[in-house]
């Protein structure tokens, strides 16, 4: 299994971003996807979810109504989409295959003026 973020960089509070995560050694239709957070000094975070069969999605609190999962099967990518970001979005952000517990190395997001 091996899980490839990027898209990550130095963004403007109310900017957007898009990550994106390749997916390799597994059957990539067929596994629901996360991604998650951690800011610096605070516990990982669940940040959003999609499942595999119905494409039902879940988001934190934090950041219902701002960020976007979304996968596109055809290229074994799962992407989140990330507007009006706030500073409080500052962390790395990981790819994660819940099933086996399997995670990227992550991509560093911050959002600063």
């Known amino acids: 299994v091996q899980l490839v973020e990027s898209g990550g960089g130095l963004v403007q509070p109310g900017g957007s971003l898009r990550l994106s995560c390749a997916a390799s050694g597994f059957a990539f239709s067929r596994s629901a996807m996360s991604w998650y957070r951690q800011a610096p000094g605070k516990e990982r975070e669940l940040v959003a979810f999609?499942?595999?069969?119905?494409?039902?999605?879940n988001y934190a609190d934090s950041v219902k109504g701002r960020f976007t999962i979304s996968r596109d099967n055809a290229k074994n990518t799962v992407y989140l989409q990330m507007n009006s970001l706030k500073p409080e979005d500052t962390a790395v952000y990981y790819c994660?295959?819940?099933?086996?517990?399997?995670w990227g190395q992550g991509t560093q997001v911050t959002v600063s003026s």
């Open positions: 994660v295959r819940p099933r086996g517990n399997y």
């Open positions: 999609i499942d595999n069969v119905s494409g039902s999605t």
